[in-house]
């Protein structure tokens, strides 16, 4: 089980924070570090210092780390042409010596779009069909050949493709709940499916549409990654579970029952459910970014039961 570190910087949190953060996941062994990519806070309070950008400050961790995996969950559609994106993403892997993912998504946040004059179209979906097109199209396609495209949404005629990222197969993530536009483009295109904040018995069920719907685009099953993202709260004992839980305004029952909550034993028992339906790569969502003492004590207690 691949064991992953998740935040969401869009809470109110500078790049040193996320740099913290980082380098913590890679001294603990941890697998990656992936972010969000969102421009606005979630929920009640100001934000404060505001929103950084996902793939410049991915840019700046290839350069100051070594081994993790660096990525995005998930980046949004609507914030970059796809083009660009490849043109983004690739650098970054350069930068970072082939260890970038890239997770993408249709974009869903309508705020964070009208707070910044991000245009925030209705058919998100259908262009995330076509971005994901382009995206791979462009990193696939031989060097000294051009790549076109003729799309409803995006018209690319002679691009070069380049540059190429430093990885053969750059892997790209889609993730979601829907059940059936999602599974397919899942089965098109990803390398990983990633299950959100979902309960075993849901990722089971998405699981298995995304599995027949890579067989239907031809592929095995069984050549994508299943994995699962989920909050984590996890305490040596009751009391600092609780005081966990309030510092990222929670209740312990719901993260129990939600996330990944409770004491070392508890957390590797729910993992241990999510194995069994298929799950090989677990991402922690960690909400309290100055809190490494978690991050020690998940790759200690938890990890070190999973190796």
């Known amino acids: 089980m691949d064991l992953r570190i998740f935040t969401e910087p869009q809470q109110g949190a500078t790049y040193d924070t996320l740099l913290s953060v980082a380098k913590a996941t890679e001294e603990l062994g941890f697998d990656a570090f992936f972010r969000s990519d969102h421009y606005l806070r979630m929920g009640g309070g100001d934000g404060l210092p505001g929103p950084t950008d996902a793939w410049i400050t991915l840019a700046g961790l290839a350069r100051e780390t070594s081994r993790i995996r660096l990525g995005t969950l998930m980046t949004a559609g609507t914030f970059r042409l796809p083009g660009v994106l490849a043109i983004q993403v690739a650098q970054v892997d350069q930068m970072s010596g082939g260890r970038v993912e890239l997770g993408l998504g249709a974009g869903w946040f309508e705020e964070e779009h009208t707070a910044y004059g991000i245009p925030f179209p209705k058919e998100k979906f259908a262009r995330l069909e076509e971005q994901l097109a382009i995206v791979t199209g462009l990193w ?5 050949k051009t790549f076109d495209h ?22 790209v993530l889609i ?8 599974p397919r483009l899942a089965g098109r295109y990803a390398d990983e499916f990633n299950m959100p904040f979902a309960s075993v018995e849901d990722s089971e069920r998405q699981f298995g549409r995304v599995r027949e719907a890579a067989e239907s685009a031809g592929r095995a099953a069984g050549d994508l990654v299943y994995s699962n993202a989920l909050v984590a709260c996890v305490g040596k004992d009751d009391a600092e579970v609780a005081r966990r839980a309030a510092v990222i305004g929670r209740d312990v029952a719901e993260l129990k029952a939600n996330g990944l909550a409770g004491s070392p034993a508890e957390v590797v028992d729910k993992i241990g459910r999510y194995a069994e339906i298929g799950s090989r790569r677990i991402y922690f969502q960690i909400l309290d970014l100055d809190d490494l003492d978690q991050l020690e004590l998940i790759a200690h207690e938890v990890g070190g039961q999973l190796s």
């Open 175 to 182: 993730g979601g709940h829907g059940a059936k536009r999602t």
């Open 150 to 171: 003729d799309g409803t949404y995006y018209q690319l005629s002679g691009s070069p493709a380049l540059p190429k990222p430093a990885q053969a197969k750059l892997p």
């Open 140 to 144: 696939s396609t031989d060097t000294g």
